[in-house]
């Protein structure tokens, strides 16, 4: 008998824990990108067809919404607002302070593998904008400067391996 890839056990785990839902796409890409961090060709196709739908099906919605990558991401994702409001309070200098910082661009990963920058639509956060968030933990009334020490509590965290 041949061994599965343990990748699969993986999928099918969570394909298995979503299955009852009505719309279990969502909660099964979640689950895959979690334990990935990110989307793998094969995790997607092989989910699709556990689901019982075209691979096209599952593709059209981890494309769609921004918090999926189909290619590896660095252990900190950053995302800065680009809404607005944002905008007109400075989110710019916000992003070319880090990526001055970091040494990458917008869609760039650090050679560390530890972060990864990038934009999104708008937080919800307008009234105490401009916004970034790191992971999941939201960052609120950012200046360049602030934005930066916040990077680097990051950096100081892993490498004392907190």
């Not at 409001?85 to 990526?99: D, P």
């Not at 639509?121 to 992971?135: E, F, K, L, T």
Request: aromatic share 10%; glycine share 6%; charged share 25%.
């Amino acid at each position: 008998m041949v061994k599965e890839e343990p990748w699969r056990v993986v999928v099918r785990e969570i394909v298995e824990k979503n299955r009852w839902r009505k719309a279990p796409v969502l909660p099964v890409l979640r689950g895959i990108q979690n334990t990935f961090g990110y989307l793998p060709e094969d995790a997607l196709r092989y989910a699709a067809e556990e689901l019982g739908i075209r691979t096209a099906q599952i593709y059209s919605t981890a494309t769609f919404y921004h918090l999926f990558s189909l290619k590896p991401q660095g252990k900190y994702v950053i995302r800065i607002c680009n809404n607005f409001v944002c905008h007109m309070k400075g989110n710019k200098k916000i992003l070319r302070a880090i990526s001055d910082y970091l040494g990458i661009g917008i869609g760039e990963t650090t050679k560390d593998g530890l972060f990864t920058l990038l934009t999104t639509s708008c937080m919800g956060q307008c009234d105490r904008a401009p916004a970034m968030m790191i992971n999941d933990r939201v960052y609120l009334n950012l200046t360049p400067e602030k934005a930066v020490e916040i990077l680097k509590s990051y950096k100081e965290a892993d490498s004392s391996g907190e």
